[in-house]
């Protein structure tokens, strides 16, 4: 299993540019969601979607659109990027029920917007 | 208010330390708790959830005080390797899979 994995690693955008952030994960886990960290302010919610063809917005949605048509991937669209979008995606899996809570985190993506 | 509230710390001690941190949560309706391990420069990882009657796994002990709206995180003997970041992560309500995390507390341990 390869779990959660993200990519890429680490990416450079300028301001206005558009990009995805790719997440796929093996466990067939219906509960997937993004998150953003920055310094000081710990992760916070993007987008989560508790099963395929079904998302909903978490406390920070604004200037990040994202789709699940499969079970799989759950791919993190930025649509004009602006340097306030600059930080570290975590991409995160789970099961629901009760186990929803123990979220499998992918390695992350550094984004920098210039 | 941040709805969790954290110390970041860094809190630095030798190895072999007892050594406690505390969370608070500002919705006293939340219903769960929890304590990620962040590595540097890695992703979090769910160390252990946190019951109201206390729980403990090893040298890591975790309670609850609702009245307070305060989590605790104890770890004795204190490894190299606990040095990290752990983050007190509060489910505000329900199933949803909503969690807020607070900003974390840094673990230095030293030789």
């Known amino acids: 299993n390869a779990g959660v994995t993200q990519t890429p690693k680490f990416q450079v955008l300028k301001t206005g540019q558009s990009m995805t952030l790719q997440c796929a994960q093996d466990?067939?886990?219906?509960?997937m969601s993004w998150y953003r960290q920055d310094p000081g302010m710990g992760l916070r919610l993007i987008h989560y979607?508790?099963?395929?063809?079904?998302?909903d917005q978490g406390e920070v949605p604004n200037g990040y659109n994202v789709s699940r048509s499969t079970t799989e991937d759950f791919p993190l669209r930025l649509l004009s990027a602006a340097p306030s979008q600059t930080s570290v995606y975590f991409c995160?899996?789970?099961?629901?029920?009760?186990?929803?809570?123990?979220?499998?985190f992918g390695p992350g993506t550094r984004l920098t917007v210039t | 208010r941040k709805e969790v509230e954290q110390d970041p710390g860094p809190f630095n001690v030798p190895e072999g330390a007892t050594v406690a941190f505390n969370c608070t949560y500002s919705?006293?309706?939340?219903?769960?708790f929890f304590w990620y391990r962040q590595d540097c420069r890695k992703e979090p990882k769910l160390l252990m959830s946190?019951?109201?009657s206390g729980n403990e796994d090893g040298r890591f002990t975790a309670q609850l005080n609702r009245a307070s709206q305060y989590i605790s995180l104890l770890i004795r003997d204190s490894k190299l390797s606990d040095s990290a970041t752990y983050l007190c992560v509060v489910n505000p309500s329900g199933n949803t899979g909503k969690l807020i995390f607070g900003q974390g507390t840094t673990l230095q341990v030293k030789p």
């Open positions: 995160a899996s789970s099961e629901t029920g009760t186990a929803i809570y123990e979220q499998y």
């Open positions: 919705n006293s309706a939340s219903q769960s």
């Open positions: 979607s508790v099963g395929a063809g079904i998302t």
């Open positions: 946190v019951y109201s």
């Open positions: 466990m067939n886990h219906e509960y």
